[in-house]
């Protein structure tokens, strides 16, 4: 197991499901983890399931100014920025003319334009340090089409990839690498918290129990962001349903 110490990470999204269960995993191979999201208390929660340093800054990532207290933060505190996760997002399910435009454009703040901005501030920081690795959250709703009545989300989770294979090609000669995460169903709040709770509620009902952690999915991450792969499957059970659903 690679040993992470004295590394920083930033996670967004970290106050509970993937994002919790990732900064407990880089904690476990001894990274300093800046821990985000609006949630301060649950954030608290996470980290105290870190056995290493961490900090926890309550942001917003849709908020300019949370964006750039995020980062001031975090470099007061440990002067560098060696890896950041993007992981904060959110869901919506139902019929396109009955999600308000509002809830739509929310979306995208969250899953990608958010991306763009962190990623925009921790590059110079990462090509002063000379390196940096940036992990992007995406889906396997970002590679393929598997569910009706998710149009919006999956446009989202398509740019977050197309928006990494950009930032690989510009990034060509640095040593600063970029990946990005398909994972497939994963028993977190995530469909509690989306646009469209009640409407997909009996659809997960039943799908929950062939869900993946995000315990394990934390694992598969980990376990291959250092390797030469650009888009990573963190379990056989994601990386088996985009085979699937390509095919269909
Ligand atoms: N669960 C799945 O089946 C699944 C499958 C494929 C991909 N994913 C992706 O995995 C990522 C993590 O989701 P999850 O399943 O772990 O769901 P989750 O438990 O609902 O976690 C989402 C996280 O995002 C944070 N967040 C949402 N809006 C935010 C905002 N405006 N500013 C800052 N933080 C915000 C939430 O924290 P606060 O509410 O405290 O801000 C929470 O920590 C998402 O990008 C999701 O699209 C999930």
Known sequence: ??????KVVIITGASSGIGAALAKAFSQRE?????????????????RNCPNETLCVRSDVTNVKDRQDLINQTLSQWNRVDILV????????????????REIRNLF?????????????????????????????????????HSNNVAPYISTKHAVIGFSRGLV??????????NVVCPYLTLTEFFDASVGTQEMSGIVEQLRSRMDSPDQVAKGILNQIFSDRFIIFP????????????DL
Do not use: C, H, W
């Open 1 to 6: 197991m690679k040993s992470l110490e004295g």
């Open 31 to 47: 990274a300093r983890v800046v821990l985000t999201a609006r949630r301060l208390e649950k954030l608290k929660e996470a980290a």
């Open 86 to 101: 993007n992981n904060a997002g959110s869901g919506m399910y139902g019929k396109l003319e009955s999600i308000k435009e």
């Open 109 to 145: 703040e969250v899953n990608i334009l958010s991306i763009i901005f962190l990623t925009q501030m921790v590059l110079p920081i990462m090509k002063s340090q000379g390196e940096g690795l940036i992990v992007n959250i995406s889906s396997i709703a970002g590679l393929v089409s």
């Open 169 to 178: 090609k510009d990034l060509q000669g640095t040593k600063i690498k970029v």
């Open 235 to 246: 379990t056989e059970i994601s990386e088996k349903a985009y085979f699937k659903f390509r």
